[in-house]
Nanobody, 125 residues
Framework: QVQLVESGGGLVQTGDSLRLSCAAS????????MGWFRQAPGKEREFVAAIRWSGGSTSYADSVKGRFTISRDNAKNTVYLQMNSLKPEDTAVYYC??????????????????WGQGTQVTVSS
């Protein structure tokens, strides 16, 4: 069983930065990829960014390209999401997820097997 715990959310102003962390624990943690998703009130959960655990290649939603950076520390089983130039439309609950199967596509929610509990990010205007 894999457990994912997010941290780092909070209330910030437009243009500020935040770094989210997701610590993974489990008997043998070796995902194919880790991702970040978000869900704003009244909206569906959407893909934000993902990183392949081996190799470190990344994928981003168009809405965050150039502002957000995903990275990982394999030794700590931790994935990060550095969020810069935050906008009010980035306000959402951010979820960390792990994809165990080797599936090239990284932006599909149903490909992820494990999810964290979420951390709230609120960006005020």
């Amino acid at each position: 069983q894999v457990q994912l715990v997010e941290s780092g959310g909070g209330l910030v102003q437009t243009g500020d930065s935040l770094r989210l962390s997701c610590a993974a624990s489990g008997r043998t943690f070796s995902p194919y990829a880790m991702g970040w998703f978000r869900q704003a009130p009244g909206k569906e959960r959407e893909f934000v960014a993902a990183i392949r655990w081996s190799g470190g290649s990344t994928s981003y939603a168009d809405s965050v390209k150039g502002r957000f950076t995903i990275s990982r520390d394999n030794a700590k089983n931790t994935v990060y999401l550095q969020m810069n130039s935050l906008k009010p439309e980035d306000t959402a609950v951010y979820y960390c997820a792990a994809q165990s199967r080797t599936i090239w596509t990284l932006n599909l929610i149903h490909n992820y097997d494990y999810w964290g509990q979420g951390t709230q990010v609120t960006v005020s205007s």
